[in-house]
């Protein structure tokens, strides 16, 4: 299995710009397919973007995601980023970083390891 540990979220203004990390460790980390949800009070957890293996291909929640949304990895330190631009209020929850043995689909089910979670708030 693999263990994963966000970092990177606070508290930030409308507009900015936020870059999470999430290091793995345990298993081959280059095996994983990787994604980023989050959840906000009340609501389901959600997905925002995944990453293939190696990196060639991504996935996002919806072409508006796409615009602000970066999902990289690094392969080489075990880490894989979620680079967030113009955020907006709508943008705060917590975020967690999924792994899972392959690609079997992009919803929460789909995915068998997890992270705590990082804080991201977004408020002028």
């Known amino acids: 299995q693999v263990q994963l540990a966000e970092s990177g979220g606070g508290l930030v203004q409308p507009g900015d710009s936020l870059r999470l990390s999430c290091i793995g460790s345990?298993?081959?980390?280059?095996?994983?397919?990787l994604s980023w949800f989050r959840q906000s009070p009340g609501k389901e957890r959600e997905f925002v973007a995944a990453?293939?293996?190696?990196?060639?291909?991504?996935?996002f929640k919806d072409c508006s995601m796409k615009g602000r949304v970066t999902i990289s990895r690094d392969n080489a330190i075990n880490t894989v980023f979620l680079q967030m631009n113009n955020l907006n209020p709508a943008d705060t929850a917590i975020y967690y970083c999924?792994?899972?043995?392959?690609?079997?689909?992009?919803?929460?089910?789909?995915?068998?390891?997890w992270g705590r979670g990082t804080q991201v708030t977004v408020s002028a």
């Open positions: 999924a792994a899972a043995s392959g690609y079997y689909g992009l919803q929460a089910g789909d995915f068998d390891y």
């Open positions: 345990g298993r081959t980390f280059s095996n994983y397919f």
């Open positions: 990453i293939d293996e190696k990196g060639t291909h991504t996935y």
